[in-house]
Structures are given as C-alpha cells and as structure tokens.
C-alpha cells in the first residue's frame, strides 16, 4: 500500500496552507479489508464511488473514528486523528457525517436538531436557537423549525440532516449516499442545496455515491475503491472519459475489455483484432502482437444481428449470446456474454427476435473503438 506504515510526520507534517483531510489507512472488518489514502485539500470535494462491498462506508467510519484502523493514519488540518498511539472520539474530531437516512431525534424539534451540535459545543441556548432557524433558512425549511421529523417528508428530514451537519462548522463533512433514499426531484434539488452549501462554507467533504451524475456535479476529484483498493483516481470528466477499470466504465456507460492483440487478422476496418474472451473488435496500427490493451466502445456503437442460422464464427465480429435485457438509454439495453451492452431501439427487439439466450452476432467499427496499453 502506498506510504502506509508511515508515520504521519513523515509524510510531509507541513503539507502546505490547506491540507484538508488527508490518511492513508488499513481498516478490516470481519475479513474484508480496505487499504486506502486520501488526500482532499481544504475546501475540496471527493467523490467515493465503487461497487456494493467495496468498502466505501468503512473508509467513512474510520475517517470519522468511528471505526479504528489496523494500520495508518489520519490527519485534519494538519492535526493528526488516528495513528498507532492516537485516536480521536468522534465526538472530537470535528468531523460530521450524513447518511442515507437522517439521524434526526424523533424527540426533538427540526430547530433543537438543528441547534443541538452548537449547545454541545457551548453556544447559549438563545442564540443555538436563533443559528438553527439561520440553518433552516439556508436548507430552505423556513418556518418548519417547530416540527418534529416524525411531520418532516424524508427530503426535508434529509434537509434537517444537512443542517444539522453544517450547524457543527465540521472541518470534515461526510456524506454517506444522502440522496439514495430521495425521488429523483427532490434528490435533484438535494444535491444543489449540498453543492452550494459545501461550497459556500468551504467545508471539505467525502462523498459517498452510486450516482455517475454527484461525482460530475459535486466532486473535485474521484476515488474509484473496489474490493478495498483505490483502482482509479483524478477529475471527475478525465476518469469518466477515459476509464481503465470495468466498474468505471460502466459508470461512464462505456463497455471496456482487456485482452491481446491478434495482429494476424483486422476486423471492420482495423489492421489487428483485441481479442478478449469471445470479443473480437479492431484494433488500430501501433500494438504489437500479442500486447495486452483495453478497449473502450460506447453500447450505441455496437452492431447487432440475429446469425443466419447456427453458421461459423462471424467473418466480422464475433458471436454472442444475450444474457439480459432492461430498459436502456436508448430503448433497450442488451447484456450479453463477455459483459458487453449493445443499445438498441425498442423495434429492435421485435425485430431481430431478441430475448434471453438468442444467440447474435455482434460488431463494432474500428471508427468507434479506443485502445490502450495496459
Ligand atoms: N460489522 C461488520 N462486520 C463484518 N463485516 C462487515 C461489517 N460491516 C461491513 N462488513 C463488510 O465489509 C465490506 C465493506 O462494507 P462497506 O459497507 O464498507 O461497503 P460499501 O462500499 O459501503 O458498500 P455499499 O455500497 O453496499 O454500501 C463488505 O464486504 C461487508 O460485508
């Protein structure tokens, strides 16, 4: 892992005017564990994104302490919150987190919810009070103050939640898929409030998200974990336009494929052929045989043809078998084996008879087709 086992001192203890959140840690939970390092400077969003079990929401918990990692460090602002000798409660380190679902006191008021993080840290009840309403203004719940969650909708509980966070003044805000339990409305007007909010008080954040859309919209930067590894990180647009692992790919609604060149053969306008397991597509001049490369093709650019009956391997493309149909972007989204998807128009599918193990030729003009070493 990289620079873990550091001490924090020893990655740089002056690391410059803003350091914001930074930790490279190894966390285990049960037998999984996750091995990452983070670097947001102050004031800047991070997006988290990665499959289900990835291990986002354990990186969260040890950033908010609530989770102790084996190895590693975390520092926040410079102040270091976790190492071999240091741990930091929750409670002190600053840091807020808000989950899918509100943790609001049934018990209290939207306003005393609100207020209560402030009266924790000291401030007069009074003026808690008077800061709260100013954090229901801001989330647009004005006047909703002396309402208990219980007679809040789950956008305006969600609301609270963020209010309640920021009424804190973290140094750190994380927030774990806030918008997972939300219509797709108000999840969209959610994500604006949070974005100027986040924005406007400078607070440095860790987004958790499944949504392609939150890392565009709100993340400086994104971290791609699977299986508890980092396997890609940068801008949010460079990642998703050039894509190096299957999950981003699919995020970025690309299909992606590792294999070998063939350089005995071109296929649709190619001087070689990737051959991945049952893929075939072309590969441009410039790979050496047998080179190991990625090939990147949008779903719209892929060919579909029902095989006239049985016959040989294509002469173009290859053959495959449908797997799964679901409603696409651009009527129907094909999955066929060799996890490639083909977008077609709902005639389509009447058309060529498509359903569940047909078998299908499939192919892709070089034109369409990005490759890459690897
Ligand atoms: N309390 C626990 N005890 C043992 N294993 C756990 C515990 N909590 C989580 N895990 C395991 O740790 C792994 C990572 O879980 P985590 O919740 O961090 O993933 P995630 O990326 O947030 O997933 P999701 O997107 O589904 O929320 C999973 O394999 C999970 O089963």
New binding site residues.
Partial sequence: MTGLGLEPGAAGAVAGPAPGLEADVRAV??V?A?EARLAVPRGRVLAVV??????????LDVVAGRLRPVAGWVRIDGRVVEDHAVHVRPERRRVALLGQEPLAFPHLSARENVAFGPRAAGVPAARARAQADEWLDAVGLAGLGDRRPGALSGGQRQRVALARALAAEPDVLLLD?PFAQLDVRTAAGLRELVRDQVRGTGTTTVL?T?DVLDALTLADEVLV?VE?RGVERGRPLDVLADPSHVFTAALAGVNLVVGRVDASRGAAGGVATVVAGVVRVPCPAGFPDGAQVQATFAPTAVEIATPPGGGPTPARGWAATVVDLEPGPAGVRVRTDGDVLVDVPPVAVGRLDLRVGAAVELAVDAAHVRVRAR
């Fill in positions: 939970r049960g999984f996750v990665g499959p289900n079990g990835a291990g986002k929401s354990t990186l898929e958790v499944h974990l508890g």
